[in-house]
């Protein structure tokens, strides 16, 4: 069984500092790991994807995230916010290719301050 | 263009009259899915399938129902709405029969009196 647990439902940055957004997760067999980016109004977006190649991912946006298996980790970063960047973020795993499952966490609110 | 269109985006309705909320996706994906999405609780998965006539529970099946009758198209019915129904819903779908990478619809917001 796989789970997601996403750390702060909120999170504040200042306009040009470092993203961090955290998950951490829980699975049984070699996951996938996703972020999707939900903007107001909107269905979400995949940012990125973890399939078990780099540990590093780069995604679009200038996101990217890192696998650490030690960690169950795979926190998204993003070295300068901007103003845009403000939504909702969702990190999901799923068991890799033989899973019709994907289990999203309960979301982090990003807000960017001026 | 490649999307997942569901309709309609916006409905109120009333508890007990039977509604149907369409999704249709034009990439010939054979994974598609329903979530609903409420405050502090993320996307809870309602049903999903991995191909025509192949439909499963996820985890908050309960007052819904789902076919699939065709490729693109996956309905998603309740019966006989209630007020705790009242939702944000997604539709999804994916290539290949496993839950990989998803695409998806704009959103239905559901209110039910």
């Known amino acids: 069984a796989q789970s997601v647990t996403q750390l702060g439902s909120h999170v504040s940055v200042s306009e040009g500092a470092l993203v961090l957004l955290r998950c951490n997760y829980s699975?049984?067999?070699?996951?996938?790991l996703f972020w999707y980016v939900q903007y107001p109004n909107q269905g979400l977006q995949l940012l990125l994807k973890y399939t078990s190649a780099a540990t590093l991912v780069k995604g679009i946006n200038g996101f990217e995230a890192e696998f650490k298996k030690s960690e169950t980790s795979f926190h998204l970063t993003k070295p300068s916010a901007h103003m845009s960047d403000a939504a909702e973020y969702f990190c999901?795993?799923?068991?890799?290719?033989?899973?019709?499952?994907?289990?999203f966490g309960k979301g982090t609110r990003l807000h960017i301050l001026p | 263009e490649a999307q997942v269109t569901q309709n309609p985006r916006y409905l109120i309705t009333v508890t007990g009259k039977k509604l149907t909320v369409t999704c249709s996706q034009n990439?010939?994906?054979?994974?598609m899915s329903w979530y609903r999405q409420d405050p502090g609780l993320g996307l809870r998965q309602i049903y999903y399938?991995?191909?025509?006539?192949?439909?499963d529970k996820g985890d908050v099946p309960e007052g819904y129902k789902v076919s699939r009758k065709e490729k693109r198209n996956f309905p998603l019915i309740l019966e006989s709405p209630s007020p705790n129904q009242t939702s944000l819903y997604f539709c999804a779908s994916s290539p290949g029969r496993v839950a990989n990478v998803l695409t998806f619809g704009a959103g239905s917001r559901l209110t039910v009196l």
């Open positions: 990439m010939n994906h054979e994974y």
């Open positions: 999901a795993v799923s068991g890799g290719s033989s899973n019709d499952k994907i289990i």
């Open positions: 699975s049984s067999v070699p996951p996938y």
């Open positions: 399938s991995m191909n025509v006539e192949v439909t």
